[in-house]
């Protein structure tokens, strides 16, 4: 397709990242991580010492963190205020502080703006997070939740970070409900949003079959 921008939302560990880069490449699109950019942004809030109770702190410091933001699908790099973070962000100190930077409203809005921004630039897009179908891209061309069972989140997750499976299910059951209860912009899913629970499906089966919906739509 010559323009398109495909919306992939869903819980942590459904498979978004995975699948939403290779979808990325075969249209020959770009790439954009919303979680890597809330979490550059705690990797900040963390590096400024603020007190994660403080949501005027976190504003603060998320306001003044210039962000680099990668949207090559095959190398999607990070930095913030100059400094690589692709490392950092992915650790337990970032992953266990996210949920509560992303909750705060005025850090979401300020985010959202510079994914609009980033989505207008680019004619062929794919935006994975929580809220993309129903904040961010409301237009978009098409729009997947992502969902699998529990246990094969958690075991996809440790497989990838080499963590113990059960700690694992226990913190992405912990940001779910996070991510799901907050009052600004909760995960949940959008009303126009096509569901494929991925549970026992393969990333190449996964991306024929959203390849077969967007050619359908664009
Ligand atoms: O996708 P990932 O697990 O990297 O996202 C990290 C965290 O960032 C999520 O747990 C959620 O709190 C937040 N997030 C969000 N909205 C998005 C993307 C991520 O609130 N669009």
Request: with cysteine; net charge negative; aromatic share 2%.
């Given at each position: ?29 770009v790439y954009l ?36 933001i990668g949207t090559d699908?095959?190398?999607p ?41 980033i ?100």
């Amino acid at each position: 397709p010559e323009r398109c921008v495909v919306a992939v939302d869903g819980p942590s560990g459904s498979g978004k990242s995975t699948v939403s880069r290779r979808l990325a490449t075969v249209v020959d699109g770009v790439y954009l991580d919303t979680g890597a950019m809330y979490r550059a942004v705690t990797w900040a809030v963390l590096q400024g010492g603020a007190d994660l109770t403080d949501p005027d702190a976190i504003t603060k410091i998320a306001l003044e963190t210039e962000l680099s933001i990668g949207t090559d699908p095959l190398a999607p790099h990070f930095a913030a205020n100059g400094v690589p973070v692709d490392g950092p962000i992915r650790g337990a100190e970032v992953t266990a502080a996210v949920s509560a930077v992303a909750a705060v409203p005025a850090v979401r809005k300020h985010l959202v703006i510079l994914q609009q921004a980033i989505i207008g630039a680019h004619p062929r897009i794919v935006v994975e997070g929580r809220d993309i179908a129903s904040v961010v891209a409301p237009d978009a061309d098409l729009k997947v939740y992502l969902t699998a069972s529990a246990a094969a989140r958690a075991q996809r997750r440790s497989a990838e970070d080499a963590t113990d499976v059960v700690a694992t299910r226990a913190d992405l059951a912990r940001r779910d409900h996070l991510d799901s209860s907050r009052a600004a912009d909760p995960l949940r899913q959008a009303s126009d949003a096509v569901e494929v629970d991925t549970t026992g499906m393969g990333i190449d089966e996964v991306v024929a079959y959203l390849l077969k919906l967007l050619n359908s739509k664009v």
